[in-house]
């Protein structure tokens, strides 16, 4: 059986390995009772180790056999696995006899002569220990060709001879190997934020464990009893964790929609890894509403003042008013006459009640309008390049076909929207929707003048297309007054209106909404209403929006007489006031110098809006970003997410609206230093200050 023994060619170990050895050794000796158990410490001082020069492997052995009974196999590495318990069965122990390199000193992937004598030799002096270890390798064999099995024990011993911990003296001490021989894991016993468990079988055998890295768990025993009680069940509850269905149910052979592969929203789930990766980072990446404004609970009490309003309306009692809330209900949803209010009043929109479609936010909406109204083979949706990803990720997924139209300062280039359509119409495709958001566009901040919007809409007329209106921001305008919506200006009827309450309310509340007003003529003839059709798609889709969401709105809207506007006006300062923050910093860290190396920095300054869109003389790619989050500690959002294929490489999306002023204020001294010492480098410029000065360097 014992075919990987081998013999210590103890001439073989070079001065520099009994160096490392004489290190290593001088590390031990200092560990004392405060780190380490007593009971390990004990057995450690039996074996009387040389401190200077690497065991011999045969004197070491036959002076634990005098100890304890246990001797020791020379071998070259990891072992097979039966062989190994083979081997503890009959009171022997492999050590490696290789040494870890000068460089490994710290921390060795692989076993080492070091790892194998002193993290697990002086517990094989120990009876209670060896006594464990025998049973657990007796039951062990009996599974040894069972995979499953095998994992689950070697957990048991990864959380006990390697990374075990034990109570001693109303301190957690270690005993297993691996914690004693890694000056970096003997660490994590002081460190609170890691989870030290009550020694549980059952939870050891769910608790996979990664060896190239510093362990999260641990699980602590009071003595070496419990090691030896925990036999006794050891072999039922691997059995019962053996009947349980597999952890792997990966269903094999089988396929998702293919348009949701690699490269899919990818640069999301990379901006989502490193604010993981690094939680401290200030990060100008979510353009999100400001949580301290939420007031949930406040909302929340606004639903009875709903339910007062329709019980007041129809006569209906109270119960009978929240029991139809709580029914299946209209698919166009049960506040749409206080929503004609709101709109009339905060938007200046007249849409009738029965134009409206409630939906579960605005993405809701845009899936509801491009499924109503778009096929696949002949139909072409435009989008704002750069814009927001809601109607071209949809589109993407479900094989929708959509195209970019530029956009600048001024929003979208009405000459490249025309010629576009033509394009398409000459190779046989019909433009049938335009996506666009006409204030203070997410990602770039841009706002469409009122000429061009008039003159969109004259395109949408010509063209013969309807245009998605994304009024998301246009009531967060920090200039004098608001801009009129396409909606507003809209005498040919070619605006589908789109709106949420996620930033004026919160977005937890997922209510958005469409006002459509077209009839259309189908292919039979017949003149249907749009948006009845497009009831049809949500009823199969989402059957109605939340009702109580509903009530809470309706409830909230009916107490400020259908108006949020003068309700938000301290939302919108305070977004004013970032925005005007964040500006003011921009010009002071990097403007301001008109130093060399910003020269070819530049952004824009959004009359309202949650973003700003900076452009570089360098292009951003991951590298960038993650050196920018790794040593700078600021996470900004590269603008090539948000077009279709190509573009944006030298811009990045800045978002304000989520960060104190002080984080603001930081976070762009940060993002400038990275931005120096990134064009100082790619210049080849000598830095003429430290690392961390932005100041003169020209
Ligand atoms: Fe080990």
Redesign the pocket.
Known sequence: MESTAIVQDYGSYLEEDHRTWASLMIRQNALDTDTISAEYLTGYKKLELDKKKIVRIDELSRRLENLSGWSLVPVTGLIPTKEFFYMLISKRYPVTISIRRPNEIDFSEQ?DIF??VC??LPLLVNEKFTKFLSAYSIIALKYVNNDRAIDFLGRLYWYT??MGIIREDGALKAYG??VITSSEEILNLSRTEISKNPFDLGRIFKTPYNPYKLQSDYFFINSFDDLFECLEHLESQLIEQLLMPEEDLVLRNYSLNNNLGKGFNNVIGFLNDIQYQFPAAISFVAGQPDERFFNITHHMGKFDTYVRHVAKKTGDSWGTVINKIGQYNKTKGIVNDILSDYLRQDDNINIAPENILVTVGAQEAFSIIVSTICNREEDVILVEEPGYIGVSSFSKIFNYQIEGIHTDEEGLDLRDLRDKIIHCNRIGKKVKLLYVIPDYQNPSGSCMPIGNRLKLLELARKYNFLIIEDAVYNSFTYAQKKNPTLKSLDKYNRVIYVSSFSKSLFPGLRIGLIGAEQKIENDTGEVVSLVDEMVKVKAQITNNTSTISQAILGGTLLDLDCSLHSWCQPKFDSYRERRDKMIGALNRCIKNYQNEWAKGISWNEPDGGFFIKMSLPFEIDDQAVLEAAGKYNIIFCPMRVFYLKKGGENEIRLAFSNLSLNKIEIGVEQLAKFLRSRIVKDKGWAPAVAENGIATVE
């Open positions: 076993p790892h194998d993290g697990h001879y390697e190997g691996a």
